[in-house]
């Protein structure tokens, strides 16, 4: 990946497809050396445990922690989100399809929608 002067948020998407390949090389890979590995080697039910935990350290650190500690989190939690999508063999491109389909939807339009 190259260096992107606009800064790392310009080029988000390649640093999330460069963590979600990360990922895919370590399905398989020994459990005792690689957390990936354990996690994938736990299954979805693992995965889900683990952003769970992850996502209420990001909602307690975004209401009462600094803005590193927030952003600290964040990473985490998109860490932690691609895992639980490989182990459930959901890609980013899907997730991607599903965000460019809803833009320029109000959220609330889009909530109602769903039924």
């Known amino acids: ?18 963590l979600a390949k990360t990922i895919d090389a370590r ?8 957390w990936t590995a354990k996690l994938l080697a736990g299954g979805p039910a693992l995965t889900a445990k683990k952003l769970g935990e ?5 909602a307690l650190a975004v209401a009462s922690q600094g803005d590193t500690e927030v952003a600290k989190e964040a990473a985490d ?5 691609l895992v639980a999508l490989r182990s459930r063999g ?26």
């Open 27 to 34: 399905v398989g890979d020994d459990p005792a050396a690689s």
């Open 77 to 81: 939690v998109l860490y932690h989100l």
């Open 90 to 115: 959901v890609t980013l491109d899907q997730v991607a399809k599903i965000l460019a389909d809803r833009a320029g939807t109000s959220g609330l339009a889009e909530k109602a929608s769903r039924g």
């Open 54 to 58: 992850e996502g209420v350290e990001a």
């Open 1 to 18: 990946m190259q260096h992107n002067p606009l800064g790392p948020a310009a080029y988000l998407g390649e640093i999330l497809a460069d």
